[in-house]
C-alpha cells in the first residue's frame, strides 16, 4: 500500500520556523521527483516545491523563495521543507506529493497556523 505521512506542522508567530517531514512507504521512493503543496479552505492546491529524484535539483514558487528549502533523504525514505521566517499567508494544510509539480494528495497533511 503506498502511504505518504506528513508530520511536523504547528502554530507559529510569524517570522517563525518549522520542519515539515513526509515519509513515503509501499514504494521505491528514489524513483520519484516529490513535492510540497499547500491548500487553504476554498481554493485549489498551491504547488510550493519540488525537488528531483537525486535531490540535485529543488524549486521553488515566488511566493516562498528564499524562505522555504526541500530536501530529501532516499536512505529514509523522507522529504522535508525547512520554513523560515513564516508569514500569515503561509497558513494552511501541507502535503507532500509524488512528482516534481505533482498536487496529488495522498496523506492527511499537517497544518500550519501562522498567526500572532
Known amino acids: 500500500e503506498v502511504q505518504l505521512v506528513e508530520s511536523g506542522g504547528g502554530m507559529v508567530q510569524p517570522g517563525g520556523s518549522l520542519r515539515l517531514s513526509c515519509e513515503a512507504s509501499?514504494?521505491?521512493?528514489?524513483?520519484?521527483?516529490m513535492s510540497w503543496v499547500r491548500q487553504v479552505p476554498g481554493k485549489g492546491p498551491e504547488w510550493v516545491s519540488g525537488i528531483n529524484q537525486s535531490g540535485s535539483q529543488t524549486l521553488y514558487a515566488d511566493s516562498v523563495k528564499g524562505r522555504f528549502t526541500i530536501s530529501r533523504d532516499n536512505a529514509r525514505d523522507s522529504v522535508h521543507l525547512q520554513m523560515n521566517s513564516l508569514k500569515a499567508e503561509d497558513t494552511g494544510l501541507y502535503y507532500c506529493?509524488?512528482?516534481?509539480?505533482?498536487?496529488?494528495?495522498w496523506g492527511q497533511g499537517t497544518q500550519v497556523t501562522v498567526s500572532s
Open positions: 509501499g514504494v521505491t521512493f528514489s524513483n520519484y521527483g
Open positions: 506529493a509524488f512528482g516534481i509539480y505533482g498536487t496529488e494528495r
